[in-house]
């Protein structure tokens, strides 16, 4: 499987320019023909959270149809990312993903949502975890902060995720958290972890991208640095069961002892 992982910046408040930003990378992603393409998080609006439900894509439609067709055309998977949804005038940290023949397969809102950005007090936070299936694979997606929570990978994990998708805006002061984490949950779940940060500055946060994928065995398969930019991660799943056979953490845990 090859994953093109999109790193971009985004715009906060201007939804218009996002769209386009957005159309343009994936077309570019596009042109080497990989089998899924994956976008940052809130790439529409970004965290202008105090007009969101006025800015944010009413029932998430304009993704919807933007990603349809571009999945469509190209015939590729597309984990899009999230984007502000709004819906019966609540906002969502919503993420869609469309199949090669542009259909909308999952949707996932996000859990739990991180204080330090005001997420707490503007957004709506998602009650299901998110796992689909791409050509066949078994995948999980989870959002940023959620990355900090062992036990939603390891759920994924235990419903058959191979691939745990991660869009983000992780800001810069924490990068190595982001780094340690994305390897951590690779290591103890022994999946592939692919993830799109973003870059640019808003407000007091930069962002310095960091977007990689990271196999079972915690090496790094491709890694972006501070700028915009696409890079291709070639996932080869024999890894996995090779991981999985030479030490059987999945299979040695003690659920009779603790709980997850
Ligand atoms: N957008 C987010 O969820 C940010 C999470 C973050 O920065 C963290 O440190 O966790």
Known sequence: MKISIIQMNIVKGNPDENFRTVESKIREAALSGPDVILLPEMWNT?????????????????????????????????????????????????????????EKIAEYDKIHLFGLMDEDKYITPGKKVCLFELDGIKCGAMICYDLRFPELARELTLKGSQVIFVPAQWPEPRIHHWKTLMTARAIENQVFMVAANRVGVEDQNAFVGGSMAVDPLGQVLAELTGDEGIVEAHIDFSVLEKAREAIPVLQDRRPDVYKL
Do not use: Q
């Not at 304009?62 to 597309?78: C, H, P, W, Y």
């Open 46 to 102: 970004s965290y202008a959270l105090e007009e969101i439900l006025e800015i944010g894509d009413s029932n998430g439609k304009r993704t919807k149809d933007l990603i349809s067709s571009l999945a469509k055309e190209f015939k590729v998977n597309i984990v899009a990312g999230s984007v502000a949804a709004i819906r019966c005038k609540k906002a969502y940290n919503r993420l869609m993903v469309f199949n090669r023949e542009g």
